[in-house]
Structure formats: C-alpha cells, structure tokens
C-alpha cells in the first residue's frame, strides 16, 4: 500500500467509517482501546476535517475502523498512512511462538537467544534479552548472536529500566536505531526486558506490531522460568555478585518473589541477594485463601540458613497437610527444638491466612516486628495482636491476631535487619523511615514488587550498599485492581 497524505488518509478512513455505519462514540471507544490519546470532540474534529492528528493517531483511527469492519466482514477498508502489519493477521505472531516452542524444545537455556532471533525473523525484528540480576541493580544482556558485546544497564537510569520497573513499554531511537524496550514477564514475575530493534521509526507507533512483540515477551517469560532449571546459564547471567553457601541453600528454597490470582498480589524481597542468610519466605494461593509465612533465623552463617531452612520445610510440611496457623508455627517451634536444642538457635516469624473473598486476615506473630497495614497509601496501623515468643522457646499460650482488611489494603511485613541497620553514624534506619519510605514508593499507581525494591534499595544507600543483617521485606496486597500494573499496557512511550 502506497503512503497517502494525511488529507486523503482521512477521507478514506471518514468513508470507511461511514461505510461501516460506526458512529463516532463507538469509534472513540475503540480507537481510546487501541491506544489513542485524542478525545471525543477532537476525534470527531478530525473525521470532519476541522483538526489534523499525528500520523501514528491517524493510524489508530484506521485500525479501530479496520477492526469494526473486520468483526462485520466488512470489503471497504480504512487506509493507514503507510504500509502496516495488518489487525487481523496473526500469521507472523503465530509464526513466531511456533519458532520459539520448536528452538527451545529438547534444548539447554543456552539456546534461548539462538530460538529467540529465528521467532524475530518472522516479524521483522531483531530482539536481545535483558535479564535483572538478584540485586535488581542492573539489566544484563543474555549471550548470543546479538547480545554478546553489550554492557549491562543499570536500572534505575536508563529507559530500559524504566520500562522494567513500571512495566510499560518504552520507545526510543538511539544513534539511529528505533527500539522498543519490551518487560519480560513470567505470569506477574519481572524478569527482565526484550530490547526490540526495528527498521523504521514509524513502525515504534503501529499498535499491532506492539501487541506482537508482547505475545513473543510474554511467551519467552514462561519459556526463561521453565527452562532456568535444567542449566547454569540464566542463573550466571543474574547473578553478578559471588554468593555464599548459605545463600545459595536460602535461594534454592524460595518460591518465585512475585505471585497474583485475580484477588491478591504478594511480592518480596531479600537482601544481600548474594549472602542472605536465615531469612525465608513462602506463600500458597487458592480461589479463596492466600497462605503466607515470613520467618527469620537467629545468626547469619550456615547454621542460620539450615535453620531457615529446615523452618521452611516444616512450615510447607504443615501447611500442605491442612493444619490452621497455630500448628504451622508449632511445626516450626518443634522442628528448631528438635534438631537445633541447646545451640541457641530461635527464629521469629510471621504466619498468615487472608480469606480472598471477604479480606478476613488472620495472623500470628511469634516474637517478630508487627506487620504494618498500608491503606490508600498511607500506614494506618500496626498489627500488633496474635504475639508469642520466639519459636524455639516454650511458651504455654497464645492466641491469633484478626483484621478486616479494605480492598487494596497491603500487609507489610518485614525482619528487625530493615530496621535496625545502621549507617555511618550508627543511626538506625528505623520504623519512621520504612514507613516513610514505603508511603512514598506506594504512589502513583506503582507496581507491587517496584514497591518493595525500592524500599530495600533506600535501605542499602543507608548502610551504603553493605548490610550488617538479612533485610527481608513482603508486601500482600488484597485487591481486583491492581493487577492491572503488573500488565503491561501497550503503546506507552
């Protein structure tokens, strides 16, 4: 298709619209879905030729006319302002998946990159992984034909890390190349972003080329957990720190940082990512329970992570089989009496049950930091209730704490090494500056784990990038709604 100029693009598409017998509020709304930024009035501007729209705007028009016409089988059709890939065509983004399922099946994660240039080839790409390492610092480019001699980028300062931390594709062109940074996703798992090469600028704007590259994105998500299991080659390109064995068993044990349904969230963080050493977590989600537990080893060597551990597996262990949160605590109480008696090793934990239909969270707190509730931005109460001693230690009562939770209220939950590491003065970071910190980072629509990654990162710029003590922080998040900033949304630049 030959390019038209803007005038005779926009009676065609007028006439197509007319055609169609697609009224303008109908229009509006599917342009408005397709990614269009112009309103109502001046959409209607535009059709009557009173107003001019930037080229990508006047193909969105079109698109959202081919779209209706396509759903009535439609002949007469709306004319983009150059050749673009067609709304109804899905033989290249089919093409793609296919591409990607046959190079990685029977193969090692190595050959990722190898599947992932054969799948671009059948939308006109070239595509390059980034992955973010454990520290989530940095964006490291997975070896292959195009990613071999790039540097890694770091995330806070650049427009690949942006377009990871808040999850929006970004577009840009740099010295001369137009790109896409494309999220990687693994269900609502940041793993990374898929830089997007294309040849023409212009092609940066057209929404069916966007959704493609998602499907591909998304799918290679899914294909980077599956496949991580079975070699060394995606942990090595993460991990940019040497780790230590206690770390490394922590590490092995933990469920992925973050998980959804449709009524809740939850996302942690650990930090040193490369020594941690007695802090764990994990969590189970159902249709109508959340399941949660944080649980901190006294110490931070070996032994601290064994009995982190062994914690963790008495926790599951006891959860799995159906038992309520006081067996769960006990499991672990008698697992560390059991095999830990006499070498002072305790843990203190949290224990958590949120009913997702009704938001009735019950809690148990065993000589932990009382978890902080977080609503419509702001700290409005500590859970104090539901306390016991350390576990490991007898205790001859104790009894749940209970809160009714508000939709899109989230849980804080955190371990003594957030607040109580020092900086050069020896000033404690404190409960004030946690929760400072998490007011502010919980603005403007922030993706749940962004949340907790800036809160541990502020942490490390107080002790300087080294931490005296495990620092782990998880965040639940009873909500229908937020779900939606953990899904990318297309044609955002």
């Known amino acids: 298709m030959a390019v038209i100029t803007p005038g005779r693009q926009r009676e065609?598409?007028?006439?197509?619209?007319?055609?169609?017998?697609?009224?303008?509020?109908?229009?509006?709304?599917?342009?408005?879905?397709?990614?269009g930024t112009a309103g109502a009035l001046e959409l209607d501007a535009y059709l009557n030729g009173a107003l001019d729209l930037p080229p990508e705007q006047r193909d969105r028009v079109a698109l959202a006319i081919n779209e209706h016409i396509d759903a009535l089988a439609g002949k007469v059709r709306a004319p983009y302002s150059r050749p673009l890939r067609s709304a109804g065509d899905q033989d290249a983004a089919l093409a793609a998946l296919r591409e990607l399922l046959r190079g990685t099946h029977l193969a090692p994660p190595d050959r990722i990159p190898a599947a992932l240039d054969a799948a671009a080839a059948h939308l006109g790409l070239t595509a390059?992984?980034?992955?973010?390492?454990?520290?989530?610092?940095?964006?490291?480019?997975?070896?292959?034909?195009?990613?071999?001699?790039?540097?890694p980028m770091t995330i806070d300062a650049t427009l690949a890390g942006r377009a990871y931390r808040h999850l929006r594709p970004q577009t840009t062109v740099s010295d001369g190349q137009p790109?896409?940074?494309?999220?990687?996703?693994?269900?609502?798992?940041?793993?990374?972003?898929?830089?997007?090469?294309?040849?023409?600028?212009?092609?940066?704007?057209?929404?069916?080329?966007?959704?493609?590259?998602?499907?591909?994105?998304?799918?290679?998500?899914?294909?980077?957990?599956?496949?991580?299991?079975?070699?060394?080659?995606?942990d090595a390109v993460r991990r940019t720190h040497p780790r230590s064995i206690e770390a490394e068993l922590v590490w092995s044990l933990l469920p992925p940082l973050t998980a959804g349904t449709d009524k809740v969230l939850l996302s942690g963080r650990l930090e040193p990512s490369h020594d941690v050493g007695g802090d764990v977590f994990d969590y189970s989600l159902s249709p109508t329970r959340a399941h949660f537990a944080v649980v901190d080893a006294t110490g931070h060597d070996l032994r601290a992570g064994m009995a982190a551990a062994v914690s963790l597996a008495?926790?599951?262990?006891?959860?799995?089989?159906g038992h309520g949160l006081f067996a769960q605590a006990e499991a672990v109480h008698g697992t560390l009496a059991e095999h830990f008696g006499g070498q002072y090793v305790f843990a203190t934990g949290v224990f958590g049950e949120l009913d997702l239909d009704s938001g009735r969270l019950r809690y148990f707190v065993p000589g932990h930091p009382a978890p902080l509730l977080l609503r419509r931005g702001k700290v409005v109460k500590t859970l104090d209730q539901g306390r016991r001693s350390l576990l490991g230690l007898d205790v001859s009562?104790?009894?749940?704490?209970?809160?009714?939770?508000?939709a899109g209220d989230i849980v804080v939950i955190y371990t003594d090494g957030i607040t109580e590491a020092r900086d050069a003065r020896r000033q404690f970071f404190g409960t004030a500056r946690l929760i400072d910190t998490i007011e502010r980072a919980a603005g403007d629509a922030t993706p749940l784990p962004e949340i907790a990654r800036t809160v541990l990162q502020d942490l490390l710029r107080h002790q300087k990038g080294v931490l005296q003590d495990d620092a782990t922080l998880v965040l639940v998040q009873w909500t229908t709604e937020a779900q939606a900033d953990l899904d990318p949304t297309l044609l955002q630049g």
Request: charged share 25%; no cysteine.
């Open 179 to 234: 790109r896409i940074w494309m999220p990687i996703l693994d269900g609502v798992e940041r793993l990374g972003v898929l830089d997007v090469m294309v040849e023409d600028s212009l092609d940066l704007h057209d929404p069916v080329l966007h959704r493609q590259v998602w499907l591909v994105s998304h799918y290679l998500g899914h294909l980077l957990t599956a496949l991580e299991v079975f070699g060394d080659s995606i």
């Open 12 to 35: 065609l598409s007028r006439h197509a619209q007319v055609s169609a017998r697609l009224g303008t509020d109908e229009l509006w709304k599917r342009y408005f879905a397709v990614g």
């Open 397 to 406: 009562s104790a009894a749940l704490g209970e809160e009714r939770l508000e």
């Open 128 to 151: 390059v992984i980034y992955l973010a390492d454990y520290a989530n610092e940095v964006l490291v480019p997975f070896p292959g034909r195009h990613g071999t001699d790039r540097a």
């Open 314 to 321: 008495a926790y599951r262990n006891a959860r799995r089989q």
